[in-house]
């Protein structure tokens, strides 16, 4: 990427971790500073990433394989990639992201129990593409009071019927990608009054602009 590459900032966390919340919030912060701010949401914000998430999503494709599920995400995101956050980059934006490629490693890979080397060629062509994110904030919830947060707000779509020991084994796996990549990784706790979480992901996010 040029000198004048923008920034890359993605948000992870289980279900209920309170994500969609907290990007608004900062979003919200950083408009205030005069910052202009591009939001996108994966699976998504192309045309073709929301069909797919229609379909990723929707309760009635519970017949769907986990190969299949996992390709699916990796097509939505090579879309927005090349469509959206390479432009974005190149004219020198920030871009917040509501999940990336570290949503597939901790929901396809840890709890799905598939292989890392299935990513390789993936990883490698984010690194080819200059698009891994500059920070990535975790917002870590247990996955018991993840579940009941996000049952209280919606009805549960596919992924998240899948279970409370399956959403452990993803929040194990994000935390296991937390410890492989600190620098890049930094985990916040989401249990506790909403304005300090907020304060905590601002820090971060003022480090790095």
Not at 12 to 20: A, I, N, R, T, V
Not at 60 to 89: F, H, N, W
Not at 150 to 159: C, E, K, N, V
Request: net charge positive; hydrophobic share 35%.
């Amino acid at each position: 990427m040029e000198d004048t590459r923008g920034k890359f900032i993605t948000f992870e966390g289980p279900e209920g971790s309170g994500k969609s919340s907290h990007i608004r919030l900062l979003v919200e912060y950083l408009k205030e500073k005069g910052i202009a701010v591009e939001v996108l949401r994966e699976p998504g914000s192309t045309k073709i990433g929301e069909k797919i998430r229609q379909i990723l999503l929707d309760t009635a494709s519970g017949v769907m394989v986990d190969t299949c599920e996992l390709y699916l995400y990796l097509a939505a995101r090579t879309q927005l990639i090349k469509e959206k956050i390479i432009p974005l980059l190149k004219s020198n934006k920030i871009i917040i992201c509501d999940r990336f490629n570290d949503a597939t490693m901790a929901y396809q890979i840890y709890a799905g129990n598939k292989p890392e080397s299935i990513m390789d060629g993936f990883n490698n062509y984010l690194d080819k593409e200059g698009v891994s994110p500059d920070l990535t904030l975790l917002l870590d919830v247990d996955a018991s009071v993840g579940l009941k947060r996000a049952a209280s707000l919606r009805s549960a779509d596919r992924i998240e019927k899948k279970g409370v020991e399956f959403h452990d084994k993803v929040r194990q796996g994000y935390l296991k990608l937390a410890k492989r990549y600190p620098q890049r990784i930094k985990v916040i706790s989401s249990v506790g009054e909403i304005g300090e979480v907020q304060q905590k992901i601002r820090e971060k996010v003022n480090e790095i602009l």
